[in-house]
């Protein structure tokens, strides 16, 4: 037998097959995500090809097609045209089109941002604020509040999206910036609370102690002391929201339409000719992928610490 | 810097009174230790005083003004924490000038502040380390460089010493006291450690169950201890108890124990009951092989200079501190007799001790 390694490490055998499992893992759950990728630069025709191309000339076909709109023009009238000033209107034209201006896309991407970046802050800041409070503060009937708190993850959200529907009407919510903001911040509140008390408990509370005998105001403590103690928890908390508020669809169909239309519910409906357009669908999915892809690396580290903090005392 | 004075302090959590009505003043640059077994009341006291628990009833001078239901940023006393508390985001200047940044000093005067207390600390080449990289010690003296910068009314310590390893935490005490003596600022310290409390204190108050039993000087403490708790709680080992099955009279200077006769200190007051108490410190024993109390050794520690041997008798265990040239081996049987009078008798109704020639 070989005693030359120690009992606790996992032997050689057993770290190959963890590691083969993992690749097999992403490996599936890349398929998915290659293939999106893949499709949006593919051109109209491979994308819908019968056997599927794995192996095809790259276009940015997808991406041009999702940024602009375009009409279908006679050979004679394109031929009268000005030569193309750019590659996309070249391309455009190769399908024997014009373009005749830029698709909402841009818009409704930029909607995504405002909304999920919004209701993210609103959430970890409001989040923050009370998990601070139900962790230091004799709060009355505390644990219930925290139940109650919890109990509105209990249901699927859209159990509730008529009674939303027909409020945010008469509120004159529905379709707006804010109302969304605050719907995504209502739904991630009660994820945000429970994360950060879990947080907050772990920060020894002599550290506002000290900043308060030190001069500040328990608020003011807060903010110099505990809050950037607590970053672990809230990078980690707002990864979560952020996730949840960037990919939440059937409130986003439901309620709304141009305005403050999300990218979720805009990326599905974008048509081409005789079908959906399935490169520029891919394009769209891609580049709404980024956003969220760029802010979890980012944040990466701290979501590493932050799932398993707590776990052991520092 | 100002006197400290508690009258009829009390605390309560639900049912529980952490402090009972506590009265006691802590004069103007004195190092007061309030010492006691944990749970007994002394940092929830502490913590009155510094305005992180609000009292219950009772008033706290500082100085002359009742600062008892101010928050703690109103107060000017400066707090040092067992766990010490230094903000890990931030580097060591800025731990020492946070205090500072509040009260809107300027750069320049924060800078300088900062400067003389890390000086004086020797902390002054670390002040741009990380919390986080630095030894136990340096943590310690940065806590205490935060609390002294702002120059406060009063310094309160919640047993600072307490995470130290014991060789660091003798120079560290040694550092304190010449702290105090450098600064002669006010402070209150708590600590369940007599050694340290008898090293840094001008002036001690042992607490039990939420009372202050005695607020004296160190040797007062040791010597003439009010009460069979604080008698048996100084000291290394504690005081030696036996039972006196009679009651006390005034002017009586011997009691029967068991049978024998021993002499005690002309005693100038009677006893409430007719159960007592004989108590005798270890080192006020002694062994030989003709006279006292017989028994056999059950136990011997060696301290280095002096001896802690334990006899038991048919009136229970009892230590006795000797020279280190006496030798004795386990279960030899051995005589144990007073060395000398100074013997205290406590009243066995009251726990207290009661006035005699010895202890007035």
């Known amino acids: ?30 398929i998915p995500i290659s293939w999106m990728v893949m499709t949006s630069f593919k051109n109209v025709d491979s994308a819908i090809s019968y056997p599927p191309e794995v192996l095809f000339e790259p276009s940015l076909e997808g991406y041009v097609n999702l940024f602009t709109n375009r009409s279908r023009q006679s050979q004679e009238y394109l031929d009268s045209l000005p030569p193309p000033k750019n590659w996309y209107e070249e391309l455009v034209r190769s399908r024997e089109m014009v373009i005749t201006g ?39 009937l505390k644990d219930d509040l925290l139940f109650f708190i919890l109990s509105t993850r209990m249901f699927p959200p859209i159990a509730v999206a008529v009674p939303i529907f027909i409020m945010y ?115 769209g999915t891609t580049l709404f992928l980024l956003p969220v892809m760029i802010f979890t690396i980012i944040l990466r580290k701290h979501l590493l610490r932050g799932i398993t903090f707590g776990a052991v005392r520092k | ?77 400066a707090f040092v924490f067992q766990l010490f508390a230094l903000y890990p985001h931030m580097n060591v200047r800025n731990n020492l000038s946070f205090p500072l940044k509040m009260q809107g000093y300027k750069r320049s005067d924060i800078k300088s502040r900062v400067e003389e207390a890390a000086k004086l600390l020797r902390i002054d080449h670390i002040l741009n380390s990380n919390i986080s990289s630095l030894s136990g010690g340096d943590r310690q003296r940065v806590a205490l460089g935060r609390a002294l910068v702002r120059r406060p009314k009063a310094f309160l310590m919640d047993e600072p010493l307490g995470t130290l390893d014991a060789e660091f935490r003798e120079l560290m005490c040694l550092e304190l006291k010449k702290l105090h003596l450098d600064i002669g600022a006010t402070t209150v310290y708590v600590t369940h450690d007599q050694l340290e409390a008898m090293s840094l204190a001008d002036r001690i108050a042992v607490m039990d169950g939420g009372e202050i039993l005695q607020a004296d000087e ?30 006390i009279s005034k002017d009586q200077s011997f009691v029967n124990i068991e049978g024998a006769k021993f002499d005690i200190p002309k005693q100038l007051e009677e006893s409430k009951g007719s159960k007592n108490f004989f108590g005798i410190r270890p080192e006020n024993l002694t062994l030989n092989n003709n006279e ?23 009136l229970g265990e009892i230590k006795v501190k000797t020279d280190i040239s006496i030798n004795v081996k386990l279960n030899e049987n051995v005589q144990v007799k007073p060395l000398n009078n100074n013997i205290i008798i406590f009243d066995g109704k009251t726990d207290k001790s009661l006035n005699s020639e010895f202890i007035k």
């Open chain 2, 218 to 247: 160190p040797n007062i403490i040791y010597n003439k201890p009010k009460t069979k708790f604080v008698a048996s709680f100084i000291g290394s080992p504690g005081m030696n108890f036996f039972e006196v099955n009679e009651g």
């Open chain 1, 169 to 283: 009407r008469k509120l004159g919510l529905g379709d707006t910036h804010l109302g969304m903001i605050i719907l995504y911040t209502v739904v991630n509140l009660s994820l945000a609370v429970w994360l950060l008390k879990g947080f907050m408990d772990e920060i020894p509370k002599e550290y506002e102690e000290a900043a308060m005998i030190d001069g500040y105001s328990r608020l003011q403590a807060f903010f110099k002391v505990v809050l950037p103690q607590a970053m672990t928890g809230i990078a980690a908390t707002a990864i979560f929201c952020m996730i949840f508020s960037w990919n939440e669809y059937a409130f986003a169909v439901l309620l709304t339409q141009f305005n403050a239309q999300t990218a979720p519910p805009f990326i599905p409906t974008i048509i081409g000719e005789g079908g959906l357009d399935w490169p520029a669908i891919g394009a």
């Open chain 1, 102 to 140: 830029p698709s909402k896309f841009l818009g409704r991407y930029s909607n995504s941002m405002i909304i999920g970046f919004g209701s993210t802050f609103a959430s970890v800041f409001l989040g923050a604020l009370a998990a601070y409070a139900f962790s230091r503060f004799r709060v009355p």
């Open chain 2, 292 to 314: 006292g109390l017989k028994g056999s050794v059950f136990g011997v520690e060696y301290l280095g200079s002096r001896k802690i041997i334990t006899v038991k008798t048919s």
């Open chain 1, 1 to 30: 037998m070989d005693t030359s390694r120690s009992y606790l490490e996992p032997s050689s055998f057993s770290k190959k097959m963890a590691a083969a499992i993992i690749i097999v893992y992403a490996v599936i759950t890349l």
């Open chain 2, 1 to 77: 810097m100002s006197q400290i004075k508690i009258v009829n302090l009390q605390k309560s959590f639900g049912d529980f009174t952490a402090v009972k009505n506590s009265n006691l003043t802590i004069n103007d640059k004195e190092f007061f230790v309030l010492l006691g077994p944990s749970g007994c009341g002394k940092t929830t006291t502490l913590r009155m005083i510094a305005g992180l628990e609000l009292p219950t009833s009772g008033e706290i001078y500082l100085g002359d003004e009742e600062v008892g239901m101010l928050r703690a940023s109103e107060r000017d006393i």
